[in-house]
């Protein structure tokens, strides 16, 4: 019998504009940094190759730091782009992204604001071609009453609205992968916080 492999073949994962001067302001900030940390966990364990962006880092801030990108003993990107742009896809970032291949690739967002910078990002990777997927228990906006109506208009766009559980089970597709034990931990140290995060940002 044929080795198991993976269901999605070339994923990625953005993380956008997750700044320490955000978190007073965005709902339930730190559901979206604590989902945000599971799906970096689990890009280590898949070699998922991560992009970062930060909204003008000279009045907003440096990433918040418990998600250790770049750090010294933290995960490396692609690329840790600041911008003024809402979409995420600056000439920087997209030049890392292209030395990736010229493929179409599984795209996984996460990140503010859900119906601002995560919107434009989402429409613009959708445009040129590639499977978005929009993490909905790791996006948010300053108004809570803003995400539901981001995420049907993304869903209507044709982008994948799911959950970081659903996504990293999707992003296997199979138990015999030799990842699998790697990420079934990741998902049961997240257990707790998983299930909270749900209840805080994707309230039916």
């Keep these: 019998m044929a080795a198991p492999t993976r269901r999605l073949i070339r994923p990625?994962?953005?993380?956008?504009d997750?700044?320490?001067?955000?978190?007073?302001a965005i709902h339930e900030f730190a559901r979206v940094v604590s989902t945000t940390q599971k799906l970096l966990k689990a890009a280590q364990i898949l070699d998922i190759p991560v992009f970062a962006t930060t909204q003008l880092r000279s009045k907003l801030g440096e990433t918040c730091p418990e998600l250790g990108l770049d750090a010294a003993n933290?995960?490396?990107?692609?690329?840790h782009v600041d911008k003024s742009a809402f979409s995420?896809?600056?000439?920087?970032l997209e030049k890392a992204?292209?030395?990736?291949?010229?493929e179409k690739r599984e795209v996984v967002i996460?990140?503010?604001?859900t119906h601002i910078c995560v919107t434009q990002t989402t429409l613009d990777l959708l445009k040129q071609g590639h499977k978005?997927?929009?993490?909905?228990?790791?996006?948010?906006s300053c108004n809570p009453q803003e995400i539901p109506i981001a995420l049907a208009r993304l869903r209507a766009e044709g982008a994948v609205v799911t959950s970081s559980e659903s996504f990293l089970y999707e992003c296997m597709g199979d138990a015999g992968i030799k990842e699998f034990k790697g990420i079934?931990?990741?998902v049961k140290e997240y257990n707790k916080a998983t299930r909270e995060n749900l209840e805080a940002l994707c309230k039916m």
Excluded: H, N, W
């Excluded at 997750?18 to 007073?24: D, G, N, S």
């Excluded at 995420?88 to 920087?92: A, C, I, T």
């Excluded at 992204?97 to 010229?102: I, P, Q, S, V, W």
């Design 74 to 79: 933290g995960i490396k990107t692609k690329a």
């Design 12 to 16: 990625a994962l953005f993380i956008c």
């Design 97 to 102: 992204f292209r030395e990736l291949g010229d």
């Design 88 to 92: 995420m896809l600056v000439p920087e």
């Design 132 to 140: 978005v997927y929009v993490i909905a228990d790791a996006v948010s």
């Design 110 to 113: 996460v990140g503010i604001e």
């Design 184 to 186: 079934a931990g990741v």
């Design 18 to 24: 997750l700044q320490e001067k955000f978190r007073p």
